[in-house]
């Protein structure tokens, strides 16, 4: 099964506004990564969250952790058009070994962003 | 920098064929994956090498082999294609350890068998 399950499948808003994306998980995390996806690309790293830490920003990004409900947010004020891509989270295991290599994605949230 | 490079771009088999897809990367990352993304599915790891010589199993591995003889290269081989592979490959390297281990993304091969 897929870890970092993430919520809404789809998103739809108008310029302006704000859009949110969940991500939850089962199993004890080290960080906590988002990436984007632009269509028929390569996904490109947006921010990453370690364990014990609660928010993160960079510009128009706000990222939350809550590891006791195993979740995390993604915040994206402001959004603009050029904002329509998929996002993913993916998580790092907490794990020793080379088992802290499997870093898994969620099956991603798909915005959309209307000028 | 070229980053992560992969080629093919794109590819057609037949089923029971073999093909073997590359990867390689110019940053010196210790850490070397693969993922195959399905419409609906995201992506789910394939293999992943933390260096040389070093490989894992990750979600889906069955009918993918993989090799790392050097930091550079992580070749993903598939012996005998099969439809059910049909997909858009990604590889993906980054640092190794508990520092900055952001992935970097090749641009994907996308694989058709028939």
């Known amino acids: 099964s897929q870890q970092g399950e993430e919520d809404p499948q789809a998103l739809s808003i108008q310029e302006g506004e704000n859009a949110t994306m969940n991500c939850s998980y089962k199993?004890?995390?080290?960080?906590l990564q988002w990436y984007r996806q632009n269509s028929g690309r390569g996904l490109v790293h947006l921010i990453l969250?370690?364990?014990?830490?609660r928010e993160k920003h960079s510009g128009r990004l706000r990222v939350t952790l809550d590891t006791s409900k195993k979740s995390s947010s993604l915040l994206i004020t402001a959004s603009r058009a050029a904002d329509t891509a998929s996002y993913f989270c993916?998580?790092?295991?907490?794990?020793?070994?080379?088992?802290?290599?499997?870093?898994?994605f969620g099956q991603g949230t798909i915005l959309t962003v209307h000028p | 920098n070229a980053g992560v490079t992969q080629t093919p771009k794109f590819q057609v088999l037949k089923t029971g064929q073999s093909m073997t897809l590359q990867c390689a990367q110019d940053?010196?990352?210790?850490?070397m994956s693969w993922y195959r993304q399905d419409p609906g599915m995201g992506l789910r790891l394939i293999h992943y090498s933390v260096g040389a010589g070093i490989t894992d199993q990750g979600e889906v591995p069955n009918g993918y082999n993989v090799s790392r003889s050097t930091t550079e290269d992580f070749p993903l081989r598939l012996l005998s294609a099969a439809p059910s592979q049909t997909s858009v490959y990604f590889c993906a390297s980054s640092s190794w350890g508990d520092t900055h281990n952001e992935q970097f993304f090749g641009p994907g091969t996308r694989l058709t068998v028939l």
């Open positions: 969250i370690r364990s014990n830490e």
């Open positions: 199993t004890s995390i080290n960080n």
């Open positions: 940053m010196n990352h210790e850490y």
């Open positions: 993916a998580k790092r295991p907490n794990a020793g070994g080379t088992s802290y290599g499997k870093l898994t």
